[in-house]
């Protein structure tokens, strides 16, 4: 079974320009949530959709981020405009919210530099 | 708040036993869950306990005590490919929000 696509898997900019990474889910999964992982800040949760609806978006640094999630097999996360401390691993999970403890199975992680 | 309790670091030698601790504050509980992530991978599950006592998996064992709010992994007979990253991760309440420990960086020396 296909897991968690993530794209690009590597990408570097320079500050200022828009950055957009995609992510698709594993199939049948309706909850997918966009992760950023730093030496200094560890892993936090950015955003969360359960069924397409953006559901806690606590976690989005600020309005320079935006996510969304068109449809069931896709989402993306963008950062417009990107600055140097933006750069991290940006990590896209998913799980289904049917039965008991569902794990969230994460894709390969977009590694994100901001010159 | 949230928060999660866990060591930085631990070194073991090759087909030891170690316990990785984690405590936890937390509003709310619906389970502890262990992560794995090796250097440059993406974070995989390893177990979830919901309620107390230990669970099994191979060389691995989770363990939970709800009344101290604490649980540890343990690995058994320890391979140099189990050194990596491990987290712990409690449910944000009924949502299925996980909250990440810092993580422990495990070492495994021959």
């Known amino acids: 079974d296909a897991g968690v696509i993530q794209s690009p898997r590597h990408e570097v900019t320079e500050m200022g320009q828009e950055v957009t990474l995609r992510c698709k889910p594993i199939s049948g999964h309706d909850y997918l949530f966009w992760y950023r992982q730093t030496m200094m800040r560890g892993l936090e949760l950015l955003i969360y959709?359960?069924?397409?609806?953006?559901?806690?978006d606590s976690g989005m640094p600020e309005d320079r981020f935006s996510a969304k999630m068109p449809n069931a097999s896709f989402s993306t996360l963008k950062i417009q405009p990107s600055e140097p401390r933006d750069s991290a691993v940006y990590f896209c999970a998913s799980t289904t919210g049917q039965g008991g403890n569902q794990p969230q199975h994460f894709g390969d992680g977009t590694r994100l530099s901001i010159l | 708040g949230q928060s999660l309790e866990q060591p930085s670091e631990v070194t073991a030698v090759e087909g030891a036993i170690v316990q990785i601790n984690c405590t936890y504050q937390?509003?709310?509980?619906?389970?502890l869950s262990w992560y794995q992530q090796h250097d440059g991978g993406a974070p995989t599950f390893l177990s979830y306990n919901a309620l107390d006592g230990l669970e099994e998996t191979g060389r691995f064992s989770s363990f939970l005590s709800r009344s101290d709010s604490y649980g540890y992994l343990l690995l058994q007979e320890l391979q140099m490919k189990d050194s990596a990253s491990y987290f712990c991760?409690?449910?944000?309440?009924?949502?299925?929000?996980?909250?990440f420990g810092s993580g422990t960086r495990l070492l495994v020396r021959p």
């Open positions: 959709f359960n069924n397409n609806v953006p559901i806690d």
């Open positions: 937390t509003s709310g509980f619906y389970g």
């Open positions: 991760a409690v449910r944000d309440g009924s949502s299925y929000k996980l909250i």
